[in-house]
């Protein structure tokens, strides 16, 4: 009796020990994490300057729709969302695909190279992309000197090819990334699935297409939500490359390089702050997100 109840006093000081710590982990997830969002949904209801607040109900969401530059943002980022993510991970899977291939030397070099980009400093990459696209940049010199343009692309000093500039730069920073993931998944296909089809006649092309492609839906699915929430975020790169094209009212040529992350900044810290409207926008980004998500996993067939 002696030992048994003094093993249900040690164990009942455990359980307080655990509980103490768990306690102190759950306070700053409810601090840091679950205040600030609830926080912001309710400051979202109010037009902030300063210290000062007026409520104004849903009138900050109704705002944004007569809002041109937050509609520009959208319209910015929905364009490289289209554009840039398909061709990333399309890369990243063909990446993925032959680094998978046994009969591949030196595969851990490659891979490592591919994947240098994505633990590169944000603005450190950002800024040598803006050196190499300038006017006088490595890029202009070079497709010069082979003789495909006559005269240097305005790489940063034009709309159009501000957002082509935005996008490869993305894409080299996070091909590699996801690539790693591809490869994790493609590691988990048996070869003898590969080697059966090969019996049967399927050339390379009709084995990416007819089983790598439908075995890595789960991560293919994981990666395109991911990368679609990090695009709607896209903060850092926009703003660097845009460095020496920013005024009170533009980012990048033509506001070309606005984004809603970069639009919530600019309602926060640059233009007469206001807290509640940025609030609001950024609750309507979170909404976006969920959304496509949800129009994702529709479109892969995923029930859970």
């Given at each position: 009796m002696s030992k048994s109840y003094k093993r249900k006093g040690l164990e009942s000081v455990w359980d307080k020990w655990g509980?103490?710590?768990?306690?102190?982990m759950m306070a700053g997830v409810?601090?840091?994490?679950f205040y600030p969002i609830v926080y912001s949904l309710y400051l979202s209801t109010f037009s902030t300057?300063?210290?000062?607040?007026?409520?104004?109900?849903?009138?900050?969401?109704?705002?944004l729709f007569r809002d041109t530059y937050f509609i520009l943002s959208l319209k910015n980022i929905l364009t490289i969302l289209v554009i840039q993510v398909p061709i990333m991970l399309f890369l990243a899977l063909i990446f993925a695909t032959l680094l998978n291939d046994p009969k591949v030397k030196f595969k851990a070099i490659y891979r490592t190279a591919l994947f240098l980009p994505a633990v590169t400093s944000l603005v450190a990459y950002t800024v040598i992309f803006r050196v190499m696209f300038s006017n006088d940049g490595l890029v202009n010199r070079v497709l010069m000197t082979i003789g495909l343009i006559k005269e240097p692309i305005r790489w940063l000093l034009d709309p159009f090819w501000a957002k082509v500039t935005l996008i490869i730069a993305l894409t080299w920073r996070w091909t590699g990334y996801n690539m790693m993931f591809y490869?994790?998944?493609?590691?988990?296909i048996p070869i003898e699935v590969y080697e059966a089809a090969e019996i049967?006649?399927?050339?390379?092309?009709?084995?990416?297409?007819?089983i790598t492609i439908p075995l890595l839906k789960p991560i293919i699915l994981f990666t395109t939500i991911t990368s679609t929430i990090g695009t709607l975020q896209l903060f850092d790169e926009p703003m660097n490359l845009?460095?020496?094209?920013?005024?009170?009212?533009?980012?990048?040529?033509?506001?070309?390089?606005?984004?809603?992350?970069?639009?919530?900044?600019?309602?926060c810290f640059k233009y007469s702050p206001n807290f509640g409207y940025a609030s609001a926008i950024s609750y309507i980004i979170v909404i976006i997100a969920a959304v496509l998500a949800i129009i994702q996993f529709k479109v892969a067939g995923e029930k859970e």
């Amino acid at each position: 009796m002696s030992k048994s109840y003094k093993r249900k006093g040690l164990e009942s000081v455990w359980d307080k020990w655990g509980w103490i710590f768990v306690s102190l982990m759950m306070a700053g997830v409810i601090l840091f994490i679950f205040y600030p969002i609830v926080y912001s949904l309710y400051l979202s209801t109010f037009s902030t300057r300063g210290f000062l607040k007026t409520f104004v109900g849903f009138g900050n969401y109704t705002k944004l729709f007569r809002d041109t530059y937050f509609i520009l943002s959208l319209k910015n980022i929905l364009t490289i969302l289209v554009i840039q993510v398909p061709i990333m991970l399309f890369l990243a899977l063909i990446f993925a695909t032959l680094l998978n291939d046994p009969k591949v030397k030196f595969k851990a070099i490659y891979r490592t190279a591919l994947f240098l980009p994505a633990v590169t400093s944000l603005v450190a990459y950002t800024v040598i992309f803006r050196v190499m696209f300038s006017n006088d940049g490595l890029v202009n010199r070079v497709l010069m000197t082979i003789g495909l343009i006559k005269e240097p692309i305005r790489w940063l000093l034009d709309p159009f090819w501000a957002k082509v500039t935005l996008i490869i730069a993305l894409t080299w920073r996070w091909t590699g990334y996801n690539m790693m993931f591809y490869l994790a998944g493609l590691q988990n296909i048996p070869i003898e699935v590969y080697e059966a089809a090969e019996i049967d006649g399927a050339t390379k092309t009709v084995q990416f297409f007819k089983i790598t492609i439908p075995l890595l839906k789960p991560i293919i699915l994981f990666t395109t939500i991911t990368s679609t929430i990090g695009t709607l975020q896209l903060f850092d790169e926009p703003m660097n490359l845009a460095a020496g094209v920013v005024t009170g009212s533009s980012v990048g040529p033509g506001n070309s390089l606005l984004t809603p992350s970069v639009y919530i900044y600019n309602v926060c810290f640059k233009y007469s702050p206001n807290f509640g409207y940025a609030s609001a926008i950024s609750y309507i980004i979170v909404i976006i997100a969920a959304v496509l998500a949800i129009i994702q996993f529709k479109v892969a067939g995923e029930k859970e």
